[in-house]
Structures are given as structure tokens and as C-alpha cells.
């Protein structure tokens, strides 16, 4: 049993350590110090959200007053089922990330720029935590802006191997700039209303005040600003380009986190701030984000058949499956929120297992262009066998978590009658394959071109994207534990809401 009286420091350590431990990476400067300190601040994050998850396996909700100042006037801290949830999924991908960023980092960035990388790299961590563990509304923005400045500099930072990794960070820095904006002139006209940003106060002053045309100008400029944040058909532009171009240990920790965390806030927002009491809220979901869901679906997974390079062609997949998190929410039953909690974790998972292989195949091969990397799968027998279950799991295979995710949301859709919407998941599944297929075609039918000499990926970075890829396996043979996690945090959500479900 761990002491009530650390359980109850473990909400902010959660943050300050990171926090604190960010600039010394800059300072230690060089490869080895700068990484062994990220390293070791992520396992610490990892055990504090792990000690977190289990205090909340119960329907305990932790609560902790930054500066002993109660809210609505202080800032609290709170944790319950769902972002427990999260917070393990953001510090696991992060510490394991640490991992295979050891080789992968001191290959694509220049050596005096690690310290500096390490450091951005933790405050990005720091950021996604800190949106996910605070229970006040401005703090949100606050912890956005440290993450989303950091994932750009990380971005950046790819410029030594692709020079294009400058525009892409550009690009992500204008579209990122232009949500924050809108959520915080969202964030403003809630104030205006209720004159808190505590969410549970704002939530209680909302339902006080009622419907209003500032509320619903509120309301959208928040899920446009979220929009944004997670790429949500057509607000995607930014993001094929930021995980095709940053260095492989970033695109595979942003593409397992960041939108994840923002697809979190969004339910979090949905459902225990606004709590659906007015109908122009589900109004706004029905009608505009579920049809782009839907398109997103199927145009991220079309186009990515398309794609020559592999890091392009699963940032184009993060797309689609991004769809099939925003169609869930949609759907507003409990079976819908738990296809979507569930699938944070499984497409985390598999999409961090795969942009793995890839920065290995960019390591290794020199290139991660699709045509280029002929007969890989004989060269790098481990590395390839990982794609195959991490594409097996984008496909929603049996026996592996993207099966699971796909088949609570199939069966969520049909519980409400809508088939066509259960039919277009399953023909993005088959659009998926075509696309795995394509890879998996390249490097198994095809000989390695003459001359070509490519080893395996060293140790440090087969360890965890297998510990990713094995995690695909297991949790689709064994999804009791994430799927109880996730009927958790849906109940929650579902508590807090004044929606009638059915």
C-alpha cells in the first residue's frame, strides 16, 4: 500500500518534476548526460502516473490545491479514472520513447544541439501532463502553449536530415497558434458568462445560466480550437507534414500523444464543463463533426495508399484514425466513449510501434521511402516483423488492439441503427490493409537491391518498439484491463453529463 500522505503529492509532482528537470537537460548539455537525465525523469513521470491509475481504480478522484488556495479561486490539480488514463498512456510512451531516442537522436541531430532537443523533449512531456492532470480551464492554455511550443522547436530539430522539417514546423507553429487562439477566445467568452475558469465551477455556472448566444459562440470557438489541436478533418494540414519530417523519435512520441491528448480534452470539455445542457451542443456534434469525422476516415486512409514515403503514408493513417476517436464522441452513448477511450490507448500503441520501424529504416537504410526499402523485411527481420503486427493492429485484425477499439465502435454504431456508419469502419479497415499491404509487398516480395547493405536496428531501439508491438498483441488477446479502464472514465464522463442515455 503506498502512504495517503505521498498519494497525495503525486499530482503535482507529476508536473514539477519534469518541469524542473527540463532546463538542467540543456545545461548538462552533450549526448549521454543530457539523455540519462530525460531518461530517468520519464521513468519517474511513468511511476507517479502508474501509482495514479491505481489510486483511481477504485472511483477515487484525487484533488490537490496548488498553494493550499481552494478552487474556484486556486488552481486544482485532479485526477480521476479518464485522465489517469491518459496520463499513463502520455509518461509510458515517453519513457519508452527515451529509450529508443538514445541511438535514434545521435543520429539524425547534431551533438550539440542534444542537450537542447532533451530539454525541449521533456517540457513537451511536462506540457501534455499538465493539460491532462489540471482541473482549470486558463491552466489548460497555459500547458497547450509549453507543449506546442516545444513539439515545434522538436520538429525543427529534424533540419540537419530533411531541411523541409523548417516548414514543416512553421507551418504546425501557424496552424497550432491559430486553435490555441480560438480556444482561448473561447475560453474568454465562458469567463464573460460565469466568471470562473475552475471546470467544475464553470460547469456548475453554465448549467445556472442556460442557453445564451455567448455560450454558443463559447462552444464553438472551443471545438474549433480543439479541431485544430487534434487534426481533425479538414484542420489536418499541419500534421502529415510534422510527423513525415521530424526526427523518428518525435513523430513517434507526438503521434502516440498529442492528439490523443487533445481528443481528451475534448471530452473532457464535451461532457463535464458544457455536460450537453443545451441541444445545440449535441446539434454541433451531430451535424458537423460527426459528417468530417466520417470523411476523415476514409480520406486519410485513401490517401495513404497513395504515399511513397512511410512516415507520410502513417501520418495520413493517424488521420483516419483520429475519425474513428471523433465518430465515437459522436455517437453520445456510453459504448461510443469507451470505443474512443479505448482506442487512445491502442492506436497510441501500435502508431508509436510503427513510427519506430520507421526512424530505424531511416537509420539503418538511410532513406524511409517505400520503394527504396525493397527487400528490407530479409535485412531487418525484427524491425519488419514489428511493422507486420503494427499494421496487422491499424488494419483491426483479430488478436490485436485495433480490432478491439474497431469492434466497440461497430457495435456502439449499431446499437443506435446507424449502418452506414458501421459499414464505412469497415471499409476503412479494408483501405488500411491496401496500404499496409503495400509495405509489407516491398520489403517481404521483393530481393534487396544490389550493393545495398542494411543491419539490423541496435538493441535500444528494438526493445521498445516491441514492447509497443507486443503491448498490440497482448492487449487485443487480454483488453480486460484497458477495456475496465475505459468503461470507467466513460461512466465518469457519463456522470457528469446531463444527457438522458439510453
Not at 262 to 283: C, Q
Request: charged share 10%.
Amino acid at each position: 500500500m503506498i502512504p495517503q500522505a505521498i498519494i497525495s503529492q503525486l499530482p503535482i509532482l507529476q508536473v514539477i518534476v519534469p518541469l524542473i528537470a527540463a532546463p538542467f537537460c540543456a545545461l548538462l548539455g552533450g549526448r549521454n548526460r543530457a539523455w540519462a537525465l530525460a531518461f530517468a525523469v520519464s521513468l519517474v513521470t511513468f511511476a507517479i502516473s502508474a501509482m495514479l491509475f491505481a489510486s483511481t481504480l477504485d472511483g477515487t478522484v484525487l484533488s490537490y490545491q496548488l498553494g493550499g488556495w481552494a478552487p474556484p479561486i486556486g488552481i486544482e490539480y485532479r485526477v480521476d479514472a479518464l485522465n489517469a488514463f491518459v496520463l499513463l498512456i502520455v509518461s509510458g510512451v515517453g519513457a519508452l520513447t527515451m529509450l529508443y531516442a538514445r541511438e535514434s537522436v545521435a543520429y539524425e541531430i547534431d551533438e550539440r544541439h542534444h542537450g537542447l532537443f532533451y530539454s525541449a523533449f521533456v517540457f513537451c512531456m511536462t506540457g501534455l501532463l499538465g493539460v491532462t492532470i489540471t482541473g482549470d480551464a486558463f491552466n489548460v492554455f497555459v500547458f497547450l502553449e509549453i507543449s506546442s511550443l516545444s513539439t515545434y522547436a522538436l520538429v525543427a530539430s529534424g533540419a540537419k536530415r530533411d531541411r523541409r522539417a523548417l516548414t514543416a514546423a512553421y507551418n504546425y507553429l501557424i496552424m497550432g497558434t491559430i486553435g490555441a487562439t480560438f480556444f482561448v477566445i473561447g475560453l474568454g467568452l465562458l469567463y464573460m458568462i460565469t466568471g470562473t475558469l475552475n471546470m467544475a465551477d464553470l460547469a456548475h455556472k453554465l448549467v445556472e445560466h442556460g442557453d445564451s448566444r455567448t455560450l454558443r459562440m463559447g462552444f464553438a470557438f472551443i471545438v474549433v480550437g480543439f479541431g485544430l489541436k487534434l487534426a481533425m478533418f479538414p484542420l489536418h494540414l499541419w500534421l502529415p507534414n510534422a510527423y513525415t519530417h521530424a526526427p523518428s523519435a518525435v513523430s513517434a512520441f507526438v503521434s502516440a500523444t498529442s492528439t490523443k491528448v487533445a481528443v481528451y480534452l475534448m471530452l473532457r470539455f464535451l461532457f463535464t464543463v458544457f455536460g450537453f445542457s443545451i441541444p445545440f451542443e449535441v446539434d454541433v456534434l451531430r451535424t458537423i463533426v460527426l459528417p468530417l469525422a466520417l470523411i476523415g476516415i476514409l480520406a486519410g486512409s485513401i490517401v495513404a495508399v497513395f504515399q511513397e514515403d512511410l512516415k507520410r503514408l502513417l501520418a495520413y493513417s493517424s488521420i483516419s484514425q483520429i475519425g474513428y476517436m471523433l465518430v465515437g464522441i459522436t455517437l453520445l452513448t456510453p459504448g461510443g466513449l469507451m470505443a474512443s477511450i479505448i482506442h487512445l490507448f491502442n492506436h497510441a500503441v501500435a502508431k508509436a510501434a510503427l513510427f519506430m520501424v520507421a526512424g530505424a529504416y531511416v537509420m539503418q537504410a538511410g532513406t524511409s521511402t517505400i520503394s527504396d526499402l525493397r527487400g528490407v523485411g530479409r535485412d531487418m527481420p525484427f524491425t519488419t516483423a514489428a511493422f507486420v503486427v503494427g499494421g496487422l493492429s491499424l488494419v483491426g485484425v483479430p488478436m490485436t488492439v485495433g480490432f478491439i477499439s474497431k469492434w466497440y465502435l461497430v457495435q456502439a454504431a449499431l446499437e443506435q441503427g446507424w449502418w452506414p456508419v458501421a459499414g464505412l469502419i469497415v471499409l476503412s479497415s479494408l483501405v488500411a490493409f491496401a496500404y499496409v499491404w503495400r509495405f509489407v509487398e516491398a520489403a517481404y516480395m521483393y530481393p534487396t537491391p544490389d550493393g545495398v547493405i542494411r543491419r539490423e536496428a541496435p538493441l535500444t531501439m528494438l526493445i521498445p518498439m516491441w514492447i509497443f508491438a507486443g503491448s498490440s498483441i497482448f492487449f487485443g488477446l487480454n483488453a480486460s484491463l484497458t477495456s475496465a479502464a475505459a468503461s470507467r472514465a466513460a461512466s465518469g464522463l457519463i456522470a457528469a453529463s446531463s444527457l438522458i442515455w439510453q
